[in-house]
């Protein structure tokens, strides 16, 4: 129903008898209540299975993928297969394809399962409609796929930070560097749907969401790689954020997923914290601080966190992260050689590399790998360099 048509109802309706006047306006007054619930909750599941918004899924899925075969024959078919997931979601027929699941070393050992780009398309979907409710309750200091945030957010927040509490390091301080043992893994699913039905009201978004957490595994986990696994990842360690910020009151505390800091003078209450953070986990949420990498070190040894090690007056990119990208380089130079990518493939690459390591003291690395880059590609140019108009020196 219109929302101007309710209202014209009740306007309508609107002439009683004086004498029930009270407990007729009682039960007026509830039934509008009830039907203005209606309304939004309405509102929200039709938003979500809109034309409009699954079209907007379906760009932000095919981001930096346009060139992919899946992509390529979803849009043969575009509108037919848009509208397919829309009648499948407003029929409540939807079934999530079953998740492809591959072993990814970057040294470490993780297994990635990823959706179909159907399945990735509705993930959109819903995040675009539920994402402003939830995003209001984040705090400041959660840095992990959130738009305005992002890993040198978080980086440049710590040494902040660190500034902050040593007063431009003329005072000692320590950190609690903890991250979650085995995280997507151990995520509870009814304390995790429990948490989103304080604030979806709406059975049917709920429905959805359940059909996606089920489609991993049936009580416990989330894959990694999934849209939808990232903003839950969120969603559940808000509980955790506000724990801190407003139980212990930490002052100085950021998060990034399961990896999270906390600065302070205090060794001994840092302990205490690790302590109780470790209780909360456990029973509020059916997680763990992983044993070995959470520890309490003092700020001027530097600290390990998103990939750099962080020193009061410098950041080091970590060795491992040096060994990820020359085993990234290699294989995608032996894919060029195949002729399986191209010059614009292996410069976007190498570009990406470079705008990241340039946030750590990395200058005589990079000018080596550029210099032997230049060498081995001498010959060829890309489409980012002819656009800027930046000739190759040849």
Same mark, same amino acid.
């Given at each position: 129903?219109?929302?101007?048509?309710?209202?014209?109802?009740?306007?309508?309706?609107?002439?009683?008898?004086?004498?029930?006047?009270?407990?007729?306006?009682?039960?007026?007054?509830?039934?509008?209540?009830?039907?203005?619930?209606?309304?939004?909750?309405?509102?929200?599941?039709?938003?979500?299975?809109?034309?409009?918004?699954?079209?907007?899924?379906?760009?932000?899925?095919?981001?930096?993928?346009?060139?992919?075969?899946?992509?390529?024959?979803?849009?043969?078919?575009?509108?037919?297969?848009?509208?397919?997931?829309?009648?499948?979601?407003?029929?409540?027929?939807?079934?999530?394809?079953?998740?492809?699941?591959?072993?990814?070393?970057?040294?470490?050992?993780?297994?990635?399962s990823k959706s179909h780009?159907?399945?990735? /398309?509705? *993930?959109?979907? +819903?995040? =675009? %409609?539920? !994402?402003?409710?939830?995003?209001?309750?984040? #705090?400041?200091?959660?840095?992990?796929?959130?738009?305005?945030?992002?890993?040198?957010?978080?980086?440049?927040?710590?040494?902040?930070?660190?500034?902050?509490?040593?007063?431009?390091?003329?005072?000692?301080?320590?950190?609690?560097?903890?991250?979650?043992?085995?995280?997507?893994?151990? /995520?509870? *699913?009814?304390? +995790?749907? =429990? %948490?989103? !039905?304080?604030?979806?009201?709406?059975?049917? #978004?709920?429905?959805?969401?359940?059909?996606?957490?089920?489609?991993?595994?049936?009580?416990?986990?989330?894959?990694?790689?999934?849209?939808?696994?990232?903003?839950?990842?969120?969603?559940?360690?808000?509980?955790?954020?506000?724990?801190?910020?407003?139980?212990?009151?930490?002052?100085?505390?950021?998060?990034?997923?399961?990896?999270f800091v906390i600065l302070?003078?205090?060794?001994?209450?840092?302990?205490?914290?690790?302590?109780?953070?470790?209780?909360?986990?456990?029973?509020?949420?059916?997680?763990?601080?992983?044993?070995?990498?959470?520890?309490?070190?003092?700020?001027?040894?530097?600290?390990?966190?998103?990939?750099?090690?962080?020193?009061?007056?410098?950041?080091?990119?970590?060795?491992?992260?040096?060994?990820?990208?020359?085993?990234?380089?290699?294989?995608?130079?032996?894919?060029?050689?195949?002729?399986?990518i191209d010059y614009d493939?292996?410069?976007?690459?190498?570009?990406?590399?470079?705008?990241?390591?340039?946030?750590?003291?990395?200058?005589?690395?990079?000018?080596?790998?550029?210099?032997?880059?230049?060498?081995?590609?001498?010959?060829?140019?890309?489409?980012?360099?002819?656009?800027?108009?930046?000739?190759?020196?040849?």
């Amino acid at each position: 129903m219109r929302r101007a048509s309710w209202l014209n109802n009740f306007n309508n309706n609107s002439n009683f008898n004086a004498n029930n006047r009270n407990v007729n306006n009682n039960n007026r007054l509830r039934g509008i209540a009830q039907l203005a619930e209606t309304f939004i909750l309405m509102s929200l599941w039709q938003s979500l299975c809109g034309y409009q918004n699954l079209d907007l899924a379906y760009r932000k899925a095919r981001k930096h993928k346009t060139l992919k075969p899946y992509v390529l024959e979803f849009e043969e078919n575009l509108s037919g297969n848009l509208g397919m997931l829309q009648t499948e979601l407003l029929l409540h027929s939807y079934q999530p394809k079953p998740l492809e699941t591959f072993i990814l070393r970057d040294p470490k050992t993780r297994t990635i399962s990823k959706s179909h780009f159907r399945d990735r /398309v509705i *993930h959109h979907a +819903l995040c =675009n %409609i539920i !994402n402003g409710t939830f995003e209001r309750g984040f #705090i400041y200091d959660s840095y992990a796929n959130r738009i305005g945030k992002g890993s040198f957010k978080a980086i440049e927040r710590f040494e902040s930070f660190s500034r902050r509490i040593t007063h431009n390091f003329t005072r000692d301080a320590f950190v609690l560097k903890a991250d979650i043992r085995h995280y997507f893994e151990a /995520v509870d *699913h009814n304390t +995790l749907l =429990n %948490i989103l !039905n304080r604030k979806i009201k709406d059975a049917r #978004i709920m429905w959805l969401i359940k059909k996606i957490l089920k489609n991993h595994s049936k009580e416990k986990g989330m894959p990694l790689g999934n849209l939808t696994s990232q903003f839950f990842a969120n969603v559940y360690l808000n509980e955790l954020d506000h724990f801190i910020k407003k139980q212990l009151k930490a002052r100085f505390y950021i998060r990034y997923v399961d990896d999270f800091v906390i600065l302070h003078h205090s060794k001994e209450l840092l302990q205490e914290w690790k302590i109780k953070i470790d209780r909360f986990l456990f029973d509020r949420l059916s997680l763990e601080l992983h044993p070995d990498k959470s520890k309490i070190i003092p700020l001027e040894e530097g600290v390990d966190f998103l990939g750099f090690k962080i020193f009061p007056h410098f950041r080091l990119l970590k060795k491992r992260n040096q060994r990820q990208f020359m085993r990234e380089y290699q294989e995608n130079t032996s894919l060029y050689n195949k002729k399986e990518i191209d010059y614009d493939q292996m410069y976007d690459f190498m570009e990406g590399w470079i705008a990241y390591a340039k946030h750590a003291n990395t200058f005589k690395f990079r000018k080596k790998v550029l210099t032997n880059f230049e060498i081995q590609f001498s010959s060829d140019i890309s489409i980012k360099e002819i656009n800027r108009g930046i000739p190759k020196n040849k």
